[in-house]
């Protein structure tokens, strides 16, 4: 018996197979889940890439930004599954001008933008999925350690901020629910969000060498187990917390 058994879950953010969500959805699978993703822009790629997964699942579309997207996404979701025990986002995304060190020349209107996608849309997230889950459940989404200002990262690094906040907010107003909030940061990541972080480069070399445990940044699995265990029976008494899975980076001076 998988730790998933019997939980449904909507995964959003597949992109490519080295997405976060990619190794989420593969670990909820085999832990026995019944998933459902998310795509963004091009479906028919996630569709190519969601028939990778053991159990190819539906994909439903979703832009953070569509209200009527969100608006008809448990509709939609409840198609496929009747309801769900459990939602992860693995969403973000910032304008180029937003991020690489151009932090005091960013506009607002590219800032508002990093914000709508990364930060506001957990809550639009857990907000539209609320009809499907009246027996309560987990909403787990992917967290870079906003605590510090990092090289390059810049206005990503304030909608992080902004997330984890956010979860806590979350955590408040959805226990009434039934509903458990929690983030993963995770350290970095090769994945097309992080290709697009001019600069990325520097955390390849700095973030192995700070991390006591090591850090292998080819490998989701590790923050797809603590999504998966977040997602599962085994945390029924936490919420609005901040789980790192980083190698222990974040705990070094
Ligand atoms: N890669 C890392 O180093 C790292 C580290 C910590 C946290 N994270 C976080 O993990 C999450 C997933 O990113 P990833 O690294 O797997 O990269 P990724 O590029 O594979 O995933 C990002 C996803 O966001 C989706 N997206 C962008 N705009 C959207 C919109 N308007 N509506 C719906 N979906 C939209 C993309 O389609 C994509 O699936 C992000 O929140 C990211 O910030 C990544």
Redesign the pocket.
Known sequence: MGILEGKRILV?????D?????AVAKLAQEEGAQVVL????RLSLVERIAKRLPEPPPVVE????NTEHLDTLAERVGEHVGALDGVV?????APQSALGGNFLQTSWEDVATAMH??TY?FKSLAVACLPLMKGGGSVV????DASKAWPVYDW?GVA?AGLESCSRYLARDLAAHGIRVNLV??????????KSIPGFKD?EESWPARAPLGWDLSD?VPTAKACVALLSDWFPATSGEILHVDGGAHAMG
């Open positions: 959003t953010g597949v992109l490519t080295s997405s976060i969500a990619y998310t795509g963004f822009g979703l832009d953070v930004q986002h693995s969403i973000g995304f996608v990364s849309s989404g992917l967290d870079f990503m992080k940061a995770a350290g970095p990541l090769r994945t097309m969000a992080a955390f989701p």
